[in-house]
């Protein structure tokens, strides 16, 4: 790795800039942005915290314009700073993707990868991540598991280098790659009367109690269109944050629900699960690979995105060969004498 050291040479000697800072004080800068504190700071980037205040004030000198403003014990960017900090995170994905071509140029792939993603997809991630990983020693993977708000947030402000998502935002310029199916499901308990039957009329449902995923989550999202083109107003009983609550609720009987059939693999709970045979259903989905428009993907990034175009296969082969519910399976009658 180039050294900080060396960085802070190029960045002192003279440039076509009115504004001089070295690239240490950009690291301490962004440092008390990220944390909103001088101390926390100090600690992170192991420094004392006299030296974090006077770098501040000298990179603040060099702006012309003051970086923070303190309210109270807290302290906040001003609009300069905020600007700043946009710009060094900028500054900082451009270097880091510097490093990483060179580590390629010289035959080896290495960095930090940052990868986030829905709560549905820690099914399937997490199962990739660990070959990549072994296939790729020197790729170390930063995983957020959010919720879709969260993600088009990071999204928005550009912090992670690929998104994992179901339904990627209108309102943002991405691009989006769909790399995997995502069929939608409906689950009831085991012994539901409609378990087991075959191409229920949605009408069927009228009299059921669903249970949601909280808004905003891209499986409401999918079912509530799906519900909407075919005018069909589901009674929701109650809403839940998460694919583990939704499932556990409805194994206790409190009602059916709409759930992305990856949430149903490898899954203890499909025991007492059944999928029903609903018109309409699976709703066909795709998982996206999605990043902002115009985004240069790092090498890692590129290593990364074009592994899961490949191994997605392997996840799409599990998903065929998973129960497509509508009858649950049979009990295994015991053997006589059989502990
Ligand atoms: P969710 O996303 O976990 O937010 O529901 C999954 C999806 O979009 O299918």
């Keep these: 790795m180039l050294t900080y050291a060396l960085i802070d040479h190029v960045f002192s000697m003279p440039m076509k800039t ?27 980037l192991h420094v004392v915290q006299p030296t974090v205040s006077a770098q501040i004030k000298q990179l603040a000198g060099a702006v012309g314009m003051p970086l923070f403003e303190q309210v109270g014990k807290k302290i906040f960017l001003t609009p300069a700073g905020r600007e700043l900090h946009a710009t060094c995170a900028e500054m900082f994905d451009c ?14 792939k290495k960095g930090t990868l940052r990868v986030a993603i829905v709560t549905t997809a820690k099914y399937f991630i997490p199962r990739l991540l660990g070959p990549f990983c072994r296939l790729y020693p020197g790729i170390d993977v930063a995983l957020e598991v959010v919720n879709r708000d969260q993600i088009i947030e990071r999204l928005a402000a550009n912090r992670d280098d690929l998104y994992i998502m179901g339904v990627p935002p209108e309102q943002l310029p991405t ?20 378990a087991g039957r075959r191409r229920i009329e949605l009408a069927r449902l009228a009299g059921e109690q669903f249970i949601a ?15 909407s083109t075919q005018r069909f107003k589901p009674r929701v009983r109650m809403q839940l944050g998460n694919n583990e609550a939704v499932k556990w609720s409805v194994a206790a009987g409190l009602g059916i629900a709409v759930v992305s059939r990856h949430a149903l693999m490898h899954e203890p709970m499909e025991d007492r699960l059944a999928v029903l045979d609903v018109q309409g259903f699976p709703i066909r989905r795709s998982w996206y690979v999605v990043y902002p428009s115009g985004k240069r993907l790092s090498v890692v990034a590129q290593t990364f995105f074009d592994y899961l175009k490949r191994e997605a296969a392997t996840i799409q082969a599990e998903l065929a060969a998973a129960p497509t519910g509508g009858r649950p399976k049979k009990a295994v009658p015991r053997r006589r004498g059989a502990a």
């Design 95 to 108: 270097w880091s993707r510097f490093e990483m071509t060179v580590a390629d140029l010289k035959g080896i």
């Design 213 to 227: 995923r909280e808004p905003g989550s891209g499986t409401r999202i999918a079912a509530e269109y799906f519900f």
């Design 18 to 44: 009115t504004v001089r800072f070295t690239w240490n004080q950009l690291r301490i800068f962004d440092a008390v942005a990220r944390l909103s504190s001088h101390t926390r700071a100090a600690a992170e």
């Design 175 to 194: 691009e989006r790659h769909p790399f995997l199916e995502n069929p939608l499901v409906v689950i009831a308990p085991r012994e539901h009367p409609l």
